[in-house]
């Protein structure tokens, strides 16, 4: 079965979808939300690895304006 709307939406240009997308997962992704979001232990062992990594040299990380210019440049 297809969705009307979400077809019409898949035949935006690249760049309005990910909009959405980045749009959609905002909306999702509020602290009050979280316990909807559960993480396994994989995962939160791997976003502790990241957040350590991050500590010992931030200035090998990219700013989350610097991701969606790179996405949106695509």
Do not use: C
């Not at 990241?50 to 700013?63: C, I, M, N, Q, T």
């Amino acid at each position: 079965m297809t969705n009307p709307k979400l077809d019409d939406l898949l035949k935006l240009p690249v760049p309005e979808r990910i909009e959405l997308a980045m749009a959609l997962w905002d909306s999702i992704a509020e602290p009050e939300l979280q316990d909807q979001l559960p993480l396994t232990d994989a995962q939160k062992a791997e976003l502790d690895r990241r957040l350590a990594e991050h500590d010992r040299d931030p200035s090998r990380g990219v700013s989350w304006e610097e991701v969606q210019r790179r996405l949106r440049d695509k």
